[in-house]
């Protein structure tokens, strides 16, 4: 029995295979093919670069928002702080000059109602007919007088020293 074998058309040699053209062909494709998934590649990394710049872009202006706004307000709490300090001071001085003022009324009041017993005690002296004792009972009464008058001499002091403090203290409070 004979067979016929088909004739290889295109062979020149003993490999078989496609032409060389279409190999040049196909591997022209694949370089095609992969430059344009690289392209796409990088053009989706640059839009990602970009949008992560953006963003980082948008952080920081809040960031610098945010310092910008601790600082003013770390201002005004050391302004705050101080305006408190100044208050309690004045108010510390206010207290202190009233606690003075009501010392003074008292030694004030004290040194009067000595005054007011001398005086009693002179009148009662020159009703009962004793007038050397009123006499002597003159020169302490005129001491108590003065002393009253000094007394109330210092409450005086005493006020405006207190006028001051309260001044003081409406302009600490603003």
Excluded: C, W
Excluded at 49 to 61: E, I, R, S, Y
């Amino acid at each position: 029995m004979s067979t016929v074998e088909p004739p290889n058309v295109g062979v020149t040699g003993p490999q078989a295979g496609p032409p060389a053209d279409t190999v040049e062909r196909d591997s022209g494709m694949v370089v095609l093919i992969s430059a344009a998934v690289l392209v796409f590649v990088a053009v989706a990394l640059a839009a990602a670069a970009f949008l992560v710049h953006q963003n980082a872009l948008g952080t920081q202006a809040k960031a610098d928002r945010i310092e910008r706004v601790t600082k003013q307000h770390a201002a005004a709490t050391a302004s705050t702080s101080r305006d408190l300090l100044a208050l309690h001071a004045a108010a510390d001085h206010t207290y202190t000059t009233l606690g003075v003022l009501m010392a003074a009324y008292q030694a004030q009041l004290a040194s009067q109602n000595h005054a007011i017993d001398v005086a009693n005690g002179a009148g009662a002296s020159y009703n009962a007919g004793q007038t050397n004792i009123a006499d002597a009972l003159k020169t302490e009464a005129q001491a108590a007088v003065d002393d009253a008058d000094a007394k109330t001499a210092a409450v005086h002091a005493a006020l405006v020293r207190v006028k001051q403090a309260f001044a003081a203290l409406q302009q600490a409070a603003g």
